[in-house]
């Protein structure tokens, strides 16, 4: 099956500084990616859809400007956290999507973030 | 953002039962997907559903996409130490083309009694 991955798997920060998540599709092109936040004991909630060369598109109450979304090439995003605050604290996963429409997700294993 | 209807929240069984568990939702999918989660990691894909009425199995899991396209059950039968996870169900829809979005139920908890 396709392989995402994520990096880094775990991060622990200071108040006030930045954090980039790295998501990559090791054995497809990814055309879409999606960006997901998950807090202790709830779902998956949809942060944002990143296309390939394009700006994201980011759902609703989630800051764009927060979260900076990269998607540079058909096998990488990035996701920045700027300025992340304690409140940041939670587990992103992103999953990646190829070109064909129907084309099943395949999700990353998680990056957790630790916000002091 | 908009979650799914999942239940029961969180369900204590003992190995070797049968689990049965539900997500419903006031608007229409196109497609039903059911995921676990294990600790620390991301979904994994278990179903694909992909027609209204369609039942589906993979092993000693069942899941059926219901007919009127806005609810899903999964289904496992004899249960082993290694289904114990946290089991989400996720609707889709084209939002255009090729950029289906995942809208994921409230997840529910599977714990083995020894």
């Known amino acids: 099956g396709a392989v995402v991955s994520q990096h880094p798997s775990r991060v622990i920060c200071k108040s006030g500084t930045s954090v980039k998540i790295e998501c990559r599709s090791l054995?497809?092109?990814?055309?879409?990616m999606f960006w997901y936040r998950q807090f202790p004991k709830q779902s998956l909630m949809l942060m944002a859809t990143?296309?390939?060369?394009?700006?994201?598109?980011?759902e609703q109450g989630v800051e764009k400007d927060k979260f900076l979304i990269n998607h540079a090439s058909l096998t990488l995003s990035t996701l920045t956290v700027t300025s992340a605050h304690p409140e940041d604290s939670s587990f992103y996963i992103c999953?990646?999507?190829?070109?064909?429409?129907?084309?099943?997700?395949?999700f990353g294993p998680g990056t957790r973030l630790l916000v002091l | 953002g908009q979650q799914l209807n999942q239940s029961p929240q969180s369900m204590f069984i003992q190995e070797g039962e049968d689990v049965s568990m539900n997500c419903t939702s006031s608007?229409?999918?196109?497609?039903w997907l059911w995921y676990k989660q294990d600790p620390g990691e991301g979904p994994v894909l278990l179903i694909a559903l992909y027609k209204a009425g369609e039942l589906t199995s993979n092993g000693r899991l069942t899941a059926q996409f219901g007919i009127t396209r806005k609810d899903s059950f999964l289904n496992i039968s004899a249960s082993i130490p290694s289904d114990v996870g946290i089991y989400f169900c996720?609707?889709?829809?084209?939002?255009?083309?090729?950029?289906?979005?995942?809208?994921f139920g409230t997840g529910t908890r599977l714990t083995i009694i020894p």
């Open positions: 608007s229409i999918f196109n497609t």
């Open positions: 990143s296309n390939e060369g394009s700006k994201a598109t980011y």
């Open positions: 999953s990646a999507k190829a070109r064909r429409q129907g084309e099943t997700q395949y």
């Open positions: 996720a609707g889709q829809r084209p939002i255009n083309f090729g950029n289906e979005k995942l809208t």
């Open positions: 054995d497809f092109q990814a055309t879409t």
